[in-house]
């Protein structure tokens, strides 16, 4: 229902820095050693478990997939592309024809019919070369946009705590400047490595049939090149990588500061965190750099062998010609065909700086789809995790619950909790007690590491009506999409009319300013749209659980982004939109906990109290403290009826708890 807002209080450390260097072997031989505090060996930065990245052979196999449905496509531009290299070389013979012409004096009407062929070769190759181009380019958008349908796919189903592991940096990366990576080497460097190795092959061919021996001379330069393509490969492929780990890292950093402005400025932590933010920016422009010295040593050992090339075939020209072995124009097309590869053979070398980066964004985009479940049966299916009850048991039963985001620091400890079906739940506590780790782990978000949740039939594994949400979570936080406000609504239900749209908005009191709107429901919202308020916000998102119609619907603070002007209003709006329905709701306010069915308190990760509101408020324990707390605040004179006050939260918890 709307994108998750974790509890940094429920016990999740702050990522932990490693000291020292750490060293990265390849399979190539090399070794890369970088600063572990910045990005780490097997997928770790900052203490961080990254998304894994697949291996060499997996990314060939994908793409084999990838392209076999489009196979025409790439015969008929491969086909093409041959055609267009094939006519092109009739340039050189019929130059070195006419240098042929004008060496034996000959009557300048002999050279009519070489310019004429050269302008009909020009004319095809231009033809045959922008339809090869219009095919790969085809078949690439198509592959490309397959690809990144699959990852957004698969992006889609990560479980939270997976990408919470990784950090949203990581993700972040991947899908903006990996698929920009690759959609760019798709357009640019595909086509332009298709023609250039086609070019490179063809040219040879065609100066073994002016003479072998020009072959040979020519071929002198392809150690050079050789040497020079493994040597780039060997150190920029391992290069890329470490540099798209550390951009990864850094935008991760970025996005926790950037996120967490109000705490590190609360807690005078802006110079550190500037120093952090410095120190992975050094880090990620010290890689950059290292590549574009990479580079420029690559064109000084390419420009050697051109030179080693060149002299060797007109060196073999004027041993030729001097024997009479070939004509001066024979020997001059010669010359023009190696001259001719200098184009063709620097470009697909060069291109190779854009094919390894390309190689390694592809294969953490590849790594993203292999890491996610192929479909939700494995989370379902998991044993003794989803099981469902029978019909006459409570909507939610949760059994010695255990669950740590940690290897040992659990921040659940074998919690039971019950649901009756219909029944308002509220969960109340200081910071960190472990509310939003268990709504989280009854809406399905995280699974327990010990335990059971279970639903009643209907809820979860038992069938239900296509589209049918098992379980809705709606958070502190709700993402507006940019488009038609309608179009928005309907992301819980696609087949929902107007009527169906107004009643969910009606039942959230949002009717009134939405029809208010410019163009009432088709009012475009989101990014460069209308702007919402925070109330409206989360009226849409409760709107959204109306439509969805689940019938257990879990709150984590959904009303906690309005402030204090409209509380009440939009408190009561969560009521009705979960009206009918079991609910879990992490209050924020204690006046959701007042009029909840039941009250349920946490402290320490266990649940310490649960009973009715005012069972507990007449009782001797943590909830009359914090009840006794919460309406001292609202009688401090000049409080206005609306201001709620300290929050469930904010109140020190029992026995000393922050």
Do not use: C
Not at 68 to 83: E, I, N, S, T, W
Not at 500 to 512: F, I, K
Request: net charge negative.
């Amino acid at each position: 229902m709307s994108d998750h807002s974790a509890d940094g209080g429920d016990g999740r450390g702050t990522a932990r820095k490693a000291n020292g260097m750490t060293d990265t072997h390849h399979g190539d031989g090399t070794t890369d050693t970088y600063e572990a505090d910045t990005y780490g060996a097997d997928g770790v930065a900052d203490g961080r478990e990254l998304l894994p990245t697949a291996t060499a052979a997996r990314t060939r196999a994908v793409v084999r997939r990838l392209l076999r449905p489009h196979r025409a496509l790439a015969y008929g531009g491969f086909a093409a592309m041959v055609a267009a290299t094939a006519v092109g070389l009739l340039v050189q013979p019929l130059l070195g024809r006419i240098v042929d012409v004008v060496a034996e004096g000959r009557s300048p009407d002999a050279i009519t019919w070489p310019v004429v062929l050269l302008v009909v070769v020009a004319l095809v190759q231009g033809g045959t070369t922008t339809l090869g181009l219009a095919l790969v380019s085809q078949l690439g958008e198509t592959v490309l946009a397959r690809l990144r349908e699959q990852f957004v796919d698969r992006a889609l189903r990560l479980p939270l705590e997976r990408v919470e592991r990784a950090g949203a940096g990581d993700l972040t990366a991947r899908v903006t400047g990996d698929v920009a990576r690759v959609g760019e080497a798709v357009r640019t460097a595909l086509p332009e490595l298709a023609r250039s190795f086609l070019a490179i092959g063809l040219t040879l061919v065609a100066m073994a049939a002016l003479d072998w021996r020009f072959l040979v001379a020519a071929l002198l330069a392809v150690p050079i090149q050789a040497y020079t393509a493994r040597w780039y490969v060997r150190h920029a492929v391992p290069l890329y990588a470490s540099q798209r780990i550390a951009t990864g890292a850094q935008q991760q950093l970025l996005l926790d500061t950037i996120s967490g402005a109000g705490t590190v400025r609360a807690f005078r932590l802006e110079e550190e965190h500037t120093a952090r933010v410095t120190e992975r920016s050094s880090a990620a422009v010290g890689l950059t750099m290292r590549g574009v010295g990479l580079v420029l040593r690559f064109y000084n050992q390419l420009h050697i062998a051109e030179f080693t090339g060149l002299a060797a075939v007109l060196g073999t020209g004027y041993v030729l010609v001097r024997d009479d072995a070939v004509s001066i124009g024979t020997a001059t097309a010669a010359a023009l065909y190696f001259h001719s590869l200098f184009t063709p053979v620097n470009a697909a070398l060069v291109l190779l700086d854009d094919a390894q980066s390309a190689t390694a964004s592809l294969s953490r985009l590849i790594g993203v789809a292999d890491e996610a479940p192929d479909d939700d049966a494995s989370r379902d299916a998991s044993p003794g995790e989803r099981e469902t009850a029978d019909d006459t048991a409570p909507a939610v039963t949760a059994s010695a619950v255990t669950h740590a985001y940690e290897p040992g620091r659990p921040v659940l400890h074998s919690v039971d909790l019950t649901i009756g079906a219909g029944e308002r739940v509220a969960l109340v506590g200081p910071t960190g007690a472990g509310k939003t780790t268990l709504a989280k782990l009854v809406a399905g978000i995280h699974e327990p590491d010990a335990g059971t949740v279970r639903l009643a039939p209907g809820t979860r594994t038992a069938p239900r009506p296509a589209g049918t949400l098992p379980v809705a979570l709606v958070t502190q936080e709700t993402h507006v999409f940019a488009g038609p406000l309608a179009d928005d609504l309907r992301l819980a239900r696609p087949d929902a009319d107007g009527a169906a749209l107004r009643a969910a908005l009606d039942t959230v009191g949002a009717l009134d300013w939405a029809e208010a709107l410019p163009d009432g429901l088709d009012t475009v919202v989101g990014e460069g749209g209308h702007r919402l308020t925070p109330a409206q916000v989360q009226q849409l998102a409760l709107a959204r659980l109306v439509l969805a119609d689940p019938p257990v619907a879990v709150l984590d603070e959904a009303t906690a982004e309005a402030g204090s002007t409209g509380a009440r209003a939009l408190e009561r709006a969560a009521a009705r939109a979960v009206e009918g329905r079991a609910a879990l709701v992490v209050a924020h306010r204690l006046t959701q906990a007042a009029t909840a069915d039941r009250v349920v308190v946490m402290d320490g990760g266990r649940i310490v109290q649960d009973g009715t509101h005012d069972a507990l408020r007449a009782a001797d324990g943590p909830y009359a403290e914090l009840w006794a707390a919460w309406s001292g605040s609202r009688a401090v004179p000049g409080a206005s009826d609306d201001t709620t006050g300290t929050t469930a939260a904010d109140v020190p918890g029992p026995r000393g708890t922050p």
